[in-house]
């Protein structure tokens, strides 16, 4: 999302500008000995109807004889303002007497510069200029804020304009009701982040600036506290949580500067990000592997470069090399960690930009990748708080391609889903991200291929099966050990398994054609004894056929 910056401010400027015609000053009673101070300029908002600006002279120093003002208008799809109207003059007779203007709401107008100063024999005040943003009262409201409701310590402070209607700046009155953890800096203009915890401060509209009908609101951000992070590691460390879990490795490309995501502790606020929208979303958190109490994110100087990795061409569509991308990364950190990881996921997370057409790529299984350098996939300046769609880029990236993983297609059918991808038709605006919140795609539903809500793969254990991982098996799951094809149907495969040193027939399938010449028996077992198990494919010899003896694979049977 990019943020308006600072469409509503107030100038204090001490001459004046040649876009202003000369002044009139007006004779008064009394003699003077100096100018007048500035006025202020109020806008106020009824229920309906765009802003009055109200003028008043100020109560201190010398008397004010007049009050005048100008605007101009910028309308809808320009750039700039156009010629500010001539100076109405307005004489007064007391100090802090009052003048109003009504600004001109029409649908073309889109902004009002509104300036005022104030005269009398002596001189003239400096000109107190508003640019506003023409709204009525409503859309003023700051009931729903357009920021992230959870946000890293890291991230210092936050500009005021974040808290304004629509991400314009207006000059509400914030408060913090916990300074401990967050204060605003009134001189700054700055909600600066002091500690990790409940940040809840209060937004009032009613001041000496401006005044509207809509009542003060409390929000509160959850701030996280500043990652652990572990030193650099390459290997997989110790698990210290049973069962399937998701290993990150933090991967520099060939050729490429890396940002060093891992040590500014970014990939743990991700992570962290992801789960946090998760459990708000479902209920349940992904398992990332941990050790010493935090992330255990491995380290991987890649052989690869951008162009051995990019499985887009630029404009193009996604081709059918994202396995074998995803592989090539599987099996150079399977080599650099000095043994194969099993029953994990591995989450690449590349510090380099592939292609500007994604942030991640993946497939059904246990591999997926995102690119947090990829144009639109992460803004360091906004990324972590204004989020219209209330979840940063990386960490949906995570989530949308760890779902792939888990057997979920691309969701169409809602375009705000988190699974909306490749040959769909995005909103054209922002929405906030949704998890089908209907139930209907892969929450208790598998109309988009799996049922995501079967699986074990959460922290907190919940589903009734594994999902498939190369190389493994779970005790009591069925486990694919055979999906290949025959051209012919010999016989029935037998999947055999060496026991004390000989190969023993422990089922047998049945060929079933499914295309010409193309016959496959889609063989599962389900495995009663955890360790490493050795099997082959058997197929009999007939008179026409000798026998078929697959090669020797093994699976680790998991509990």
């Not at 003048?99 to 005040?125: H, K, Q, R, W």
């Not at 799951?477 to 999906?483: A, D, F, G, P, Q």
Request: glycine share 8%; charged share 20%; hydrophobic share 35%.
């Amino acid at each position: 999302m990019r943020i308006r910056r600072a469409v509503a401010k107030i100038l204090l400027i001490g001459v004046f500008s040649a876009l202003f015609p000369a002044l009139v000053n007006f004779q008064s009673a009394w003699a003077c000995s100096s100018p007048p101070n500035a006025p202020n300029i109020k806008a106020i908002w009824g229920a309906s109807g765009g802003p009055t600006f109200a003028v008043t002279s100020s109560k201190l120093g010398e008397q004010a004889t007049a009050i005048l003002y100008s605007y101009a208008l910028k309308k809808v799809g320009k750039n700039s303002f156009e010629t500010f109207s001539d100076w109405v003059q307005n004489p007064i007779t007391s100090q802090a007497s009052t003048v109003s203007f009504l600004a001109p709401m029409a649908p073309e107008n889109d902004l009002i510069a509104f300036a005022a100063y104030t005269s009398n024999d002596c001189g003239t005040s400096g000109i107190f200029q508003y640019n506003w943003k023409l709204f009525k009262s409503d859309q003023l409201s700051v009931s729903h804020l357009d920021i992230a409701q959870d946000i890293p310590l890291g991230v210092g402070t936050i500009p005021n304009y974040f808290f304004g209607p629509m991400a314009y700046e207006t000059p509400q009155t914030m408060t913090s009701k916990n300074p401990a953890v967050c204060v605003f800096d009134g001189v700054s203009k700055l909600l600066k982040l002091v500690s990790a915890g409940k940040c809840e401060f209060t937004i009032s509209q009613n001041n000496e600036f401006m005044q509207t009908p809509n009542p003060d609101v409390t929000h509160t951000i959850n701030i996280l506290p500043t990652p652990k992070i572990l030193a650099d590691t390459q290997k997989d460390r110790p698990d210290e949580l049973p069962g399937y879990q998701i290993h990150v490795v933090y991967v520099k490309l060939k050729g490429v500067t890396p940002h060093e995501y891992l040590h500014t502790g970014d990939i743990s606020n991700w992570l962290d990000l992801a789960n946090i929208w998760m459990k708000q979303k479902l209920g349940k958190e992904f398992n990332f592997d941990t050790y010493q109490g935090t992330y255990d994110i491995s380290t991987m100087a890649s052989q690869y470069s951008v162009a051995n990795l990019n499985i887009r061409p630029s404009g193009g569509e996604m081709n059918s090399g994202t396995g074998d991308v995803l592989g090539k990364l599987r099996e150079e950190f399977n080599k650099q960690n000095g043994a194969k990881v099993l029953g994990k996921n591995l989450l690449f997370i590349i510090d380099a930009n592939l292609s500007n057409s994604y942030c991640g790529f993946a497939t059904t299984g246990d591999t997926s990748v995102i690119t947090p350098v990829g144009e639109g996939c992460w803004s360091p300046e906004f990324g972590y708080l204004a989020q219209t769609m209330k979840l940063n880029g990386p960490s949906a990236a995570i989530a949308h391609e760890l779902i792939h993983n888990l057997g979920v297609s691309h969701v169409c059918d809602g375009k705000s889903d988190l699974m909306i991808g490749e040959g769909c038709v995005f909103p054209e605006k922002n929405v906030e991200t949704t998890l089908d919140p209907n139930h209907k795609f892969y929450v208790a539903a598998s109309t988009h291929g799996a049922n995501i809500l079967d699986l074990k793969v959460w922290k907190d254990g919940s589903g009734v099966r594994h999902i498939q991982s190369d190389g493994v098996c779970y005790l009591g799951e069925s486990c694919l050990v055979s999906n290949g094809y025959w051209t012919v149907a010999q016989g029935d495969l037998e999947i055999q398994e060496k026991i004390a040193g000989k190969w023993q027939t422990i089922q047998k399938f049945k060929l079933k054609k499914v295309g010409n010449k193309k016959f496959v028996a889609n063989a599962s077992i389900i495995p009663t004894m955890k360790g490493l198990h050795s099997y082959r494919e058997y197929i009999a010899a007939t008179k026409k056929f000798s026998p078929f003896i697959g090669k020797e694979f093994t699976k680790t049977i998991l509990g």
